[in-house]
């Protein structure tokens, strides 16, 4: 039994057409059904910086989803390449000019005022897992992140993080290793992003 | 180089050791492949399984929070549909160019046949020198008496006829055997004029009133032969 699913599966030929074609119900679905992981996935990679990469991810699926060819798979594999682009770019960018924080991040972390405590809790939950992975080495996270959470398969995330298959399960079984060493400690201390217990 | 047993019996075992999973990674790719180990799993694996469903789990209200703003955002950025802006400003012209030179074309054959209706062949013979229509088309046909008709008052005139004004050669496929029209250039026509080239055309014979046979450039022409059935 798989945890995690495909929502469109056998719908996503003509969602992924009508939604190269402008119609914004088509365009929803694709969103509702990829949105969720891709922010995971820059969680994880890019902290705080998730939310602003992935709508520069959105713009340009928009702008290029015209003339996009393939299965669900290939689109995953489409967008997170993408995704992972415009990381690096980031990086790049913030190496060369390292922000300073300033008092917005505290306004930015308020809750928003119809948070319920069910959907704090739930994310919550979700959030807990992914610090744990975060705690990990920036590519095996990622690796974990993208086979565990995105669905893909090895050869996939090979493809998207430039190495090969057999380098991403080696880095991948270590990553779970790691974890699971965390997990029966009990508590895993993230130097950046806090305590996370489990 | 001589290898000895026991490094041999060493490269075998690490061999089937990199074709055969460990039990620690067939368990690590079931979990990777989003597969539940089962309750005989050791605590600590099912632990982290639940770590592992925990971060694929569904998606939570606030990520899905912003779907208005990204789907304004995506209808904004949005590029025109290829087929609507491309193409039909390109095509349109194009039929439209291509018609209208069929229909040009079409148009001046038949103005060079002399085929068009009497108005539009009139102004045919003006705009590009085609075949002037008879004079007798596309006006009443006289009654059968002595009134002549618009063709033999047309043709009173001392001036040459259409054809020798225009230049133009007749498009009469056989001439009259009348000097009479055809020399003089004024086209009076007589009834025995009328009668032998319509005759001879179109095998009618049967004579014509004045104004049927006043046809200034004296060949003979579909009204000619053909409408002289009002004796």
């Known amino acids: 039994m798989l945890y995690g699913r495909f929502v469109l599966d056998g719908d996503f030929p003509e969602v992924l057409r009508r939604a190269a074609a402008g119609d914004a119900s088509a365009f929803a679905r694709l969103w509702r059904d990829t949105h969720p992981p891709l922010l995971r996935y820059l969680w994880v990679s890019a902290g705080d910086a998730a939310e602003d990469v992935a709508a520069d991810v959105w713009l340009e699926v928009a702008r290029r989803i015209g003339s996009f060819r393939g299965g669900e798979h290939e689109f995953r594999g489409w967008l997170f390449t993408m995704a992972r682009r415009k990381l690096i770019d980031r990086h790049r960018y913030e190496a060369r000019r390292p922000v300073s924080p300033t008092g917005d991040g505290e306004l930015l972390d308020r809750p928003a005022a119809d948070d319920t405590g069910t959907a ?39 493809q998207i993080v430039g190495k090969s298959p057999g380098a991403v399960r080696v880095a991948a079984h270590r990553g779970l290793r790691t974890l699971r060493e965390r997990v029966a400690d009990g508590t895993v201390t993230s130097p950046g992003r806090g305590g996370v217990t489990l | 180089m001589r290898v000895s047993a026991a490094s041999l019996a060493e490269m075998w075992s690490s061999t089937r050791k990199r074709n ?36 694929a789990g569904p998606a939570t209200e606030r990520e899905l929070a912003g779907e208005t703003a990204a789907v304004t955002a995506f209808l904004a950025a949005l590029p025109e549909p290829e087929p609507a802006r491309r193409r039909g400003p390109r095509r349109l012209p194009a039929l439209a160019v291509a018609f209208a030179l069929v229909a040009i074309v079409a148009l001046c054959g038949t103005a060079e046949a002399g085929a068009l209706p009497a108005p539009l062949q009139r102004l045919a013979h ?38 020798a004004r225009t230049g133009k050669p007749s498009v009469s496929p056989k001439p009259t055997h009348t000097s009479d029209s055809q020399g003089s250039g004024n086209g009076q026509p007589t009834a025995s004029d009328n009668a032998q080239s319509g005759t001879t055309d179109n095998g009618n014979g049967n004579g014509g009133t004045p104004g049927q046979g006043g046809n200034p450039s004296g060949h003979p022409t579909g009204n000619n032969g053909n409408g002289n059935g009002q004796n």
């Open chain 2, 126 to 163: 003006q705009a590009i020198n085609a075949p002037a229509p008879p004079p007798d088309a596309g006006v009443p046909r006289p009654s059968a008496d002595v009134t002549p008709g618009p063709g033999a008052k047309a043709s009173t005139g001392s001036g040459p006829s259409q054809e």
């Open chain 2, 20 to 55: 055969r999973l460990s039990p620690d990674e067939a368990t690590a790719e079931l979990l990777l492949s989003r597969r539940h180990l089962g309750r005989h799993a050791p605590a600590d694996q099912r632990t982290l399984e639940m770590v592992l469903a925990a971060a």
């Open chain 1, 120 to 158: 704090a809790l739930d994310y919550i939950s979700t959030e807990t897992a992914l610090a744990l992975i975060a705690t990990l080495p920036r590519d095996q996270a990622e690796i974990i992140v993208l086979r565990v959470v995105v669905g893909l398969d090895a050869n996939a995330v090979a």
